[in-house]
């Protein structure tokens, strides 16, 4: 029976001291000029260190430059170019997103002042003018201060048959209701089949005229 020899591996140390690697002309070399340039080293600390001339090391951070996009708020040069990214920082995305939240109201960060005490204080909506409810109490012309405010649940809406305004809620108008003012000015269109007619506001030359009681 031929035995076998048996193979000793050759001794290899655990931890082998970092060589340094040889940087080329390629896309290695690439990589590298822009990492160091993206850590903030100088063009001829970047040419020492990768054993580069100075107009390769220089036409790359030009056309690395070019390529990269500018922040959408601030204007300033993104430091990657990563698909999606529009702003440097997330302060920038806030304040691209800004929308006055009162009147007067100069970027995220200004607050407004309260009506009676006058300190700054942060809003929890549009209509607060007091930090709190005993500065409410306590201010003395309130009901003067405080602006009346329009309502977006109802629209005004004209009668069909004598013309007046009237105010109607959204919800109504998309039932088909609140055509007229009151039951008297819906009880003379159901009346006549020519409504439109007893109204001399809405009536036409060629509208034909209301219809006569027989006797």
Known sequence: MVGFRKKYKPYVPKYLPPQPKKVTWGFDSRDLIIKLFKRGFGIDDICRQTRNRRFFVESIIQRYEAGLPTCRQCGKRLSHNAHGEFY???????DSRFNPYFPGQENRYHLPNCRNCGKPFKPRSDANLFCSWQCYIQCPNRMEIIPKRESTRSVVNNCRFCNA??????????????????????????????????????????SPAPLQATS
């Open 88 to 94: 440097c920082s997330h302060r920038c995305y806030w």
């Open 165 to 206: 305004p009237v105010r109607v809620p959204k919800s109504h108008l998309k039932m088909g209701k609140g055509k007229y003012c009151g039951r008297a000015c819906y009880a003379k269109a159901r009346r006549s089949r020519h409504a439109p007619s007893h109204n001399p506001a809405t009536a036409t030359p060629n």
